[in-house]
């Protein structure tokens, strides 16, 4: 891969955020994964009621979803960070 390609650190964290906040919407939303380049699209609320689900269920997922890749995060750098060699 070229360096010119690479997200680096921040885009990184960024695509990891991105995906699984998908994924989190995907458990009672249809979603499909990256649909860039696809004709189907992604799903769009088409009522009121759905567009209020949609969006409290996006942000009830925030604090899960930060958790779960702040300690995703935290115990891949302490499995090496705390040890200490002779």
Known sequence: MAAGTQPGLLGAIGIDLRVLHETWMGLLFPRQRD???TA???WRPETTGQT???Y???L???LPVTLVYRESRQSASGS??????P
């Open 52 to 54: 209020v689900a949609y």
């Open 40 to 42: 189907l699209g992604k």
């Open 60 to 62: 009830l997922g925030l």
């Open 56 to 58: 409290l269920w996006g």
């Open 35 to 37: 649909v860039r380049n």
């Open 80 to 85: 090496y960070g705390n040890r200490r060699f």
